[in-house]
């Protein structure tokens, strides 16, 4: 019996070794690992409601475009294989006034597009085109849900909207 005890202990002892130490042999405090782990696992991620509730987005239809005076909310589109491709278009006082497209998928969490993600014919998908209209595809939101949120007034010019801005989602 006294060498099962003995045995029982040296293999507890040896796996707490283990758990303990990472790949480098570097000691890790107890509990860490786990921690982390929780946290990655458990933690609330950021995530927009308006992805799931009808009422918090318009539905946006390929070839239907939004413009100047209906940016009061967010719309949604669901991307086929291709991803999304769609035309901005901004008038001739642009960039003197508010212009902002934000573009997101319904992933957990919500991924944002960003000019890495984007690409354009010609400007990105922070600078606009003055008085002109901008193809962009977002090949990696494909066959998902994705919200569009226009934006005629900015941080950096909170009183002066553009005089025209349009956006479709394009086939």
């Known amino acids: 019996m006294k060498k099962y005890y003995i045995c029982c202990l040296l293999i507890l002892m040896s796996l707490y070794s283990f758990s303990c130490d990472d790949w480098n042999g570097e000691h890790v405090k107890k509990g860490q690992n786990e921690l982390a782990y929780f946290i990655a696992t458990y933690a609330p991620q950021p995530y927009d409601s308006s992805c799931d509730l009808n009422s918090m987005s318009t539905p946006l239809s390929v070839n239907s475009p ?31 006034c508010g212009a902002e497209l934000v573009i997101y998928n319904c992933v957990r969490p919500n991924i944002y597009a960003t000019n890495s993600l984007v690409t354009c014919d010609q400007g990105s998908y922070t600078n606009h085109i003055s008085a002109g209209t901008q193809i962009c595809t977002i090949p990696s939101f494909s066959n998902t849900k994705v919200l569009i949120l226009i934006n005629d007034k900015t941080n950096q010019f909170p009183s002066t909207p553009c005089a025209n801005i349009s956006f479709t989602v394009l086939p």
């Open 66 to 96: 939004v413009t100047t005076g209906s940016f009061d909310h967010k719309y949604k589109v669901t991307t086929g294989q291709s991803g999304l491709k769609y035309s901005f278009t901004t008038s001739a006082d642009y960039p003197t």
